[in-house]
């Protein structure tokens, strides 16, 4: 992407919070120095535990908060101060509030849309996110899900360059989650900058081109998904071993570092698994006890993975 101006550039952000009474008004620095690119066409993930930075990372990006130190640059911009031209190219995604409560969803993006020169096909919107299936109601009455879908249309509503998402599936049903991935994935397509920032792994690891992981205010590290699964957060990272068999069999106590558990009826896991000698003792428990697995794999090391061996790696530092 060397080659590709990026849409958003954060460098070495840093964020106070201000002076906090229970810590005898001392300032909280809630960004100590977060750094990040984002690129059109792609989808930019930021992963953090509740605390890390995330949203005020994001409030700093879109120029709802002044940073102390460290720079932003949205789309060549500033992105602080009166810019109506760049705002007009900029799509936010809130995960709870900023819509009027007593209006309904359809009048409400079509008002949203006439604040724009250009616009989203709004009503190709409207039935893609299925608007109209809840439409007779005011904003205050939908459920958590038919609000992210309103605050998703919103947000595309002038037809944006980048596109900001928090949380963009909590509260979804499966169905409508499949059709908010298909709908970001064809922005994505469409060369859209889309930043987005979610708690749920699975999530993160279908739909990111590229992730950052925030700990503590800090980039602790940045890459694909593909990168960030094969590199090796420490000297011997675990992976799990699934494998099937009869149900309620009696499980021996594993090494040190192993723990071997049923987790539904006739399907194991053993956690912890980092050396070919781990693999050995199971091997060899299953012979002595008879037991031929009707299936058994090692599993490779999902986001989610990664993401809890950096959270444990910064407690312990």
């Known amino acids: 992407m060397s080659s590709v101006v990026p849409s958003l550039v954060i460098t070495e952000l840093c964020k106070d ?9 001392r300032m ?41 130190g460290g720079s932003v640059e949205l789309l060549g911009q500033d992105p602080f101060g009166d810019h109506p031209a760049l705002r007009s190219r900029v799509g936010v995604m809130l995960q709870d509030g900023g819509l009027p409560p007593s209006m309904r969803p359809v009048p409400l993006l079509r008002h949203v849309a006439s604040l724009y020169q250009r616009t989203y096909d709004i009503d190709a919107l409207i039935e893609r996110l299925e608007l ?13 899900g038919q609000k992210q879908r309103v605050a998703l249309a919103i947000a595309l509503a002038g037809d944006p360059d980048v596109l900001f998402l928090d949380e963009p599936s909590a509260g979804l049903d499966p169905q409508s989650r499949q059709v908010v991935f298909d709908l970001i994935a064809e922005l994505r397509d469409a060369g859209k900058a889309i930043i987005l920032t979610t708690h749920l792994m ?14 503590k205010g800090r980039t602790v590290a940045a890459g694909t998904v593909a990168e960030l699964t094969s590199l090796a957060t420490s000297e011997h990272e675990s992976r799990p071993v699934l494998f099937g068999a009869a149900p309620g069999l009696v499980l021996p106590t594993a090494p040190a570092g192993l723990s071997l558990q049923e987790t539904s009826a006739g399907e194991y896991r053993l956690n912890g698994v980092s050396a070919p000698e781990h693999l050995l003792w199971l091997s060899q428990w299953l012979t002595e006890s008879g037991i031929m697995p009707s299936h058994l794999s090692l599993q490779a090391r999902s986001l989610e993975d990664v993401f809890m061996e950096f959270a444990h790696k910064e407690e312990t530092a």
């Open 17 to 25: 919070l201000g002076p906090v009474p229970a810590l005898n008004n």
């Open 28 to 68: 909280l620095r809630v960004l100590e120095s977060v750094s990040l690119k984002a690129y059109p066409g792609q989808v930019t993930t930021l992963l953090g535990s509740n605390g890390a930075g995330k949203s005020t990372t994001l409030a700093c990006a879109q120029g709802l908060l002044r940073p102390e």
């Open 202 to 215: 699975d999530d993160a690891q279908r739909l990111s081109d590229y992730v950052y992981i925030i700990d």
């Open 132 to 144: 109209n299936s809840f439409g007779s109601r005011t904003i205050r009455r939908l459920s958590g």
